[in-house]
Structure formats: structure tokens, C-alpha cells
């Protein structure tokens, strides 16, 4: 039995079906959904988890945590990222309905509030992270300046404005998530070109150093702070907190497709950036840098093949991570039909270069990476990917579900609301204490 054959970007709201045979509702959409395989959708995913941001994880999660406490949190922050991930997975088709962005699922089990709450949630998330992928785009460009000159006459925000205009460009030529195809190819090959770069110089360099210092800096306080801050990092490096809106561009059917793409993400996905995140704390121990390619020595031409590749990587990975608000503005004024039609595209240099400036202003005016991070993981990532899992899955499946698997949902939603709060303090105190340190438009 097949489903009707309509355009999925009439504007018009239409029926398909099931793995199951049952008419399923998708929403209105002014971008294409249905027409990836799961092995794209995996990529698109890969391609977020191993992006510039794993060159940072050797400084942000393994200097404050230790080999221990590092090891052990990334091993269990891929199992219950996945773990989250699946159970929304399952409820993009709940009740009848194709779920395409987070705010809908939300709205849908909730009420309007809670779809109010869900977007700014998700959209402080996209924010925050973008402004970290401009902030390491800009790093990666001072990064190759240094290498030729090093007078300062060039500093880190002149860097981050020129990323931004790039990523500006990039999200103007590429109208939807779907069209990124052959440049997460692209993707892929940098993201490896930077990774087995950064892995074999820290090699070497580990090789020929002296004894490291692996003791977690700092005193008693600022160790507990540090600690928690670290925790939010590692949530963050798995978690998109847009889930509904990459599984919306999955083909039939989305449930068992989207669970391949997840497996492939969690257990391929994820080796490349163990190996980078060790490889770089046992080089350097505790004076790794929160930018990896900062610590390593090698040949010039290597580390410049290194920098650009980030950079690269990193543009098209921001893309993916604005999409949700680019599909929301294309959707709500009615941007549809050929992307270079002029209407379409003095639309995306308004509004997509608009928004990217708004971000590009922020990340240079504090460009604290790791800070970042810590927050974005504490007030967004904790509460979309975990918190909100756990409750939806709980209010969704609650007449199936034995009171034991329920208990467990409780424990899950009460400890990672705690974990939340005190993250959020954790990453506030350490931007307070770096705003003292530097000052704005800093140099880093």
C-alpha cells in the first residue's frame, strides 16, 4: 500500500503512511523533507559530533576531569545520549502526526506553552552553538596567520568577522538541509584531514616530551566548578537539540531509518573523536589547549592543511546548525520554489546574513569558547535531549509503560534537571571570572 504522491513543498499539509500502514500528517514545510537515505542522515549527524569542536574536547573535558573521570564520562555520555536520542527517535510519528521540528513534538504532547518554551530553549541551543563554531572558525584562521607572522597586528575578532562572512556566503548558496549532499561528503574528508593531523603530531609530540602533568589545575573550589562545567561539556559534544528537524529529511520509514543513522553516529560517528581527545590530553596532560592545533608542532605546511580543514569543516557544519531557523523564517513568509529566483535570494542575504552578523558580533565580543560550551550544554542540551526526552517518552507512553520503566524516566528527569541548575551556575561563574580576566573583543 503506498502512500499519495504529493509535492512535499506545495504548502500543504498531506497524508503519507507508516511503517505501519496508518496515515501519518506532516505538517507545512517550505523545505524538503523525506528524500535522504539513512546513511546521508548519519553523515549529517557524524558530521555535527566530529566537527571543529572535538579539537577543543582534549582541554574542556579531559584537563578538568582526568583520565578517569574523562574516560568513564565520554564512555557514558554516548550511551545515554543515545539512549535520549532514540526515544525521540520514536515519537516523531506519535499520535497520527509527523513531528518535523522540536517545538511541534513538544506543542503536540504539552499544549502551546510548552511549544513557546521548546523553540526559545532550541533556539538560545542553535544560537549558542553556531556562536562557538564562528568562534573556532575564527580561531582556525589566526591559527595559519601566526604561522607567517606573529606581531598581533591581526587579532582574534578581525579573524572571527571574516569566518562569519564565509558562513554567511555558504548559508546563502545552500537553501535547505537537504541540498547539503555532496558538501557533507566534503564534510567528511576534512573533518578526517584535521583529525589524523591532530592525532599523529600530538603522537609524536607525546613521544619525544618529557613526563606530563596530568593532576586537575586549580584549587578545591574552582576544581567542583570546573567539574560540573566539564559534565555539560560532554552532553554537548553528542547532542544536536535538533533531532525532530534531521530526522524530518529521512525517508520512509523514519522510525527503524533514523535508528540506523543514530547507531551509525554512536558507534562509527564517535571513534574518531575518542581517538583526537585522548591522543591530545596524554601529548599534553593538563597544559593541553582548549584548541588542539594550538598545542601540536610539526611542518608548517601540515598545520596550515589543518587550520583550513577546520575552517572548512566548519562553515558546513554551522549550516546544519542553523537550519531550524532558516526553515522557520522560509516557512512563515513563504519562501519556496527555486532558490535563485530573486525573491528567494534577496530573502536569504537578509534574513540568513542578518542572523550570522547578530552571531558573529557575539562571538567576538566574547569569544570563550569552553565557557560556551559548558553553557550552552547547561541551560539548552540538558533540557532538550535529556530532561524533555525522558518526560515526552513518559507523558507519551505512559498507559504502556511498567511502573519500574516509569521510575526510571522519574530518576532521569529529576537528576538531569539537578545537573542542568548546577551546570548553569558552573559555566556563569567561569564567564564571570574570564570577563574579568579579558576583556571584550579579547585576543585569545
Known amino acids: 500500500m503506498e502512500g499519495p504522491n504529493d509535492d512535499v513543498n506545495s504548502g500543504h499539509r498531506k497524508m503519507v503512511y507508516s511503517e505501519d500502514q496508518l496515515a501519518v500528517e506532516i505538517p507545512e514545510t517550505a523545505h524538503q523533507i523525506s528524500q535522504d537515505s539513512w546513511f546521508q542522515v548519519g553523515f549529517v549527524l557524524t558530521t555535527g559530533i566530529n566537527s571543529a569542536y572535538v579539537l577543543g574536547y582534549s582541554g574542556t573535558i579531559m584537563v578538568p576531569l ?3 573521570g ?3 564520562g565520554l564512555v557514558v555520555a554516548t550511551a545515554i545520549s543515545l ?4 526515544l525521540i527517535a520514536k515519537l516523531h510519528e506519535f499520535g497520527g502526526k509527523r513531528h518535523i521540528r522540536y517545538r511541534d513534538l513538544a506543542g503536540f504532547v504539552y499544549g502551546q506553552r510548552a511549544y513557546s518554551l521548546t523553540w526559545a530553549l532550541q533556539y538560545v541551543n542553535l544560537f549558542m552553538i553556531n556562536t562557538g563554531f564562528i568562534i573556532l572558525a575564527g580561531q582556525a584562521l589566526k591559527a595559519i596567520y601566526v604561522l607567517f607572522r606573529d606581531d598581533h597586528d591581526m587579532k582574534l575578532p578581525y579573524f572571527i568577522a571574516i ?4 558562513c554567511g556566503l555558504f548559508a546563502i548558496s545552500i537553501p535547505h538541509l537537504s541540498a547539503l549532499r555532496v558538501w557533507l561528503g566534503f564534510s567528511t574528508f576534512f573533518s578526517q584531514v584535521y583529525i589524523v593531523i591532530a592525532f599523529v603530531l600530538s603522537l609524536i609530540d607525546g613521544i619525544h616530551a618529557p613526563a606530563r602533568d596530568y593532576d586537575i589545575p586549580g584549587s578545591k573550589t574552582s576544581k567542583i566548578f570546573t567539574t560540573i562545567g566539564a559534565a555539560a561539556n560532554l552532553v554537548f559534544a553528542f547532542n544536536t537539540g535538533m533531532l525532530p528537524e534531521i530526522q524530518a529529511t529521512v525517508k520512509q520509514p523514519v522510525v527503524k531509518n533514523m535508528m540506523k543513522a543514530l547507531y ?5 560517528g564517535v571513534l574518531p573523536m575518542y581517538l583526537v581527545t585522548f591522543m591530545g590530553y596524554w601529548a599534553y596532560g593538563s597544559n593541553t589547549s582548549t584548541y588542539l ?3 601540536v608542532n610539526g611542518p608548517v605546511w601540515v598545520k596550515i592543511m589543518a587550520n583550513v580543514t577546520a575552517f572548512l569543516q566548519t562553515v558546513i557544519a554551522l549550516h546544519i546548525f542553523a537550519s531550524p531557523m532558516y526553515e522557520f523564517l522560509d516557512t512563515k513568509y513563504g519562501i519556496k520554489g527555486s532558490a535563485m529566483t530573486f525573491r528567494n535570494l534577496s530573502f536569504r542575504v537578509m534574513v540568513r546574513g542578518g542572523y550570522l552578523t547578530i552571531n558573529t558580533l557575539v562571538s567576538a565580543l566574547l569569544p570563550f569558547l569552553g565557557d560556551f560550551m559548558s553553557l550552552t550544554g547547561a541551560i539548552s542540551t540538558f533540557p532538550l535531549t535529556f530532561i524533555l526526552a525522558n518526560h515526552m517518552y513518559l507523558v507519551a507512553k505512559k498507559n504502556k509503560l511498567p511502573s519500574i520503566q516509569k521510575l526510571w524516566h522519574w530518576l532521569n528527569v529529576c537528576f538531569f534537571s539537578f545537573m542542568s541548575i548546577a551546570a548553569a551556575v558552573a559555566a556563569l561563574r567561569l ?3 574570564d570577563s574579568r580576566t579579558y576583556h571584550v573583543f579579547a585576543d585569545l
Request: hydrophobic letters at 65%.
Open 66 to 68: 582526568g583520565w578517569i
Open 70 to 72: 574523562g574516560v568513564v
Open 83 to 86: 539512549y535520549a536520542n532514540a
Open 163 to 166: 569566518a562569519g562572512f564565509v
Open 264 to 268: 551509525f553516529q554512536f558507534t562509527a
Open 293 to 295: 592545533l594550538n598545542s
Open 431 to 433: 564567564i564571570a571570572v
